[in-house]
Antibody
């Protein structure tokens, strides 16, 4: 059974930093592209960042580019998102999502339950 | 950052059919696959359509997708009250090198 378990959310002050983790199981993590997608309260989905499963190429949305780093530890089946210089508008539920294949960031076939980040 | 364009809401009666559109540009929908996600209230999104018109296992054939040019469409037939949800389209953008989502469409089954 595929499982994605996010952690690291909570209350953070503006200007602060956070480190989100996503522990994966039930599939070959190293072969899967992974993404972080967020959803502000009452708003739509916003893709934050993604990382390929193969060459480990990384991508970032404009809202977090320059202040975020996505990484993966394939030996521990863990996806990481580090964000700094947090702003009030970073407040959102952050979802970890897997793709079927090493490069298909657009096709997130399984999502975690999300972790809430509040910047205040 | 630009998003794909969806109608904010659609509605139809149980048993009827509804269509949700998603409009993009030549750098995203025009040359890349489109995915569709359903998000039930208070839950994480689930993939319902990938590669424009394919259904993951477990998704009923009442859900179908298509793409033409720079637009995509999700069609849901035989509407059920359990289909009430927010629906999002998504596509990779070659210029921006990001995944773009539509703003979401709230489906109400009257």
């Amino acid at each position: 059974e595929v499982q994605l378990l996010e952690s690291g959310g909570g209350l953070v002050q503006p200007g602060g930093s956070l480190r989100l983790s996503c522990e994966a199981s039930g599939f070959i993590f190293a072969d899967s592209a992974m993404s972080w997608v967020r959803q502000a309260p009452g708003k739509g989905l916003e893709w934050v960042s993604g990382i390929h499963g193969g060459r480990v190429e990384t991508f970032y949305g404009d809202a977090v580019k320059g202040r975020s780093t996505i990484s993966r530890d394939n030996s521990r089946n863990t996806l990481i998102l580090e964000m700094n210089t947090l702003r009030v508008d970073d407040t959102a539920v952050y979802y970890c999502a897997k793709s079927d294949g090493s490069y298909r960031l657009n096709e997130a076939d399984f999502w975690g339950q999300g972790t809430l980040v509040i910047v205040s | 950052q630009s998003v794909l364009t969806q109608p904010p809401s659609v509605s139809a009666a149980p048993g009827q059919k509804v269509t949700i559109s998603c409009s993009g540009s030549s750098s995203n929908i025009g040359i890349n696959y489109v995915s569709w996600y359903q998000q039930l209230p208070g839950t994480a999104p689930t993939l319902h359509i990938y590669e424009n018109d394919k259904r993951p296992s477990g998704i009923p054939d009442r859900f179908s997708g298509s793409k033409s040019g720079m637009s995509a469409t999700l069609v849901i037939t035989g509407l059920q009250t359990g289909d009430e949800a927010d629906y999002y389209c998504g596509s990779w953008d070659n210029n921006l090198r990001v995944v773009l989502f539509g703003g979401g469409t709230k489906l109400t089954v009257l």
